[in-house]
């Protein structure tokens, strides 16, 4: 049971702006925590924004703080990050996950989905 893979991501000028969205597929992603993470070449895969599954809360690593919003839509059992003013260290694929409440420990997380590759140019 994994969310579908997310989409959006592509090449994009420093500055520029992609939506990414995440379908979970095989369970309702409405009693879960909703995150995404991302990996750059040759680093450890990050925590980068989480949402939870009781109040929405949000929750972000401080470099992207004020530049993404991560959201939900329990109806479609979908979640998205709007990634603005991106940086090429925002270069990365970014992978949706979720798990049971807000973390940012890899081994933590429930489900993964494929990973999307996200390239900022400088």
């Known amino acids: 049971l994994r969310p579908a893979a997310g989409v959006g991501g592509g090449l994009v000028q420093t500055g520029g702006s992609l939506r990414l969205s995440c379908s979970a597929s095989g369970f309702s992603a409405s009693g879960y925590a909703l995150a995404w993470f991302r990996q750059a070449p040759g680093k450890e895969r990050e925590g980068v924004a989480c949402?939870?599954?009781?109040?929405?809360?949000?929750h972000y690593v401080d470099s992207v703080k004020g530049r993404f919003t991560i959201s939900r839509d329990n109806a479609k059992n979908t979640w998205y990050l709007e990634m603005n003013t991106l940086k090429p260290e925002d270069t990365a694929v970014y992978y949706c996950a979720s798990a049971g409440w807000c973390r940012w420990d890899v081994g933590g997380m429930d489900h993964w989905g494929k990973g999307t590759q996200v390239t900022v140019s400088s």
């Open positions: 949402i939870s599954s009781s109040n929405s809360a949000t």
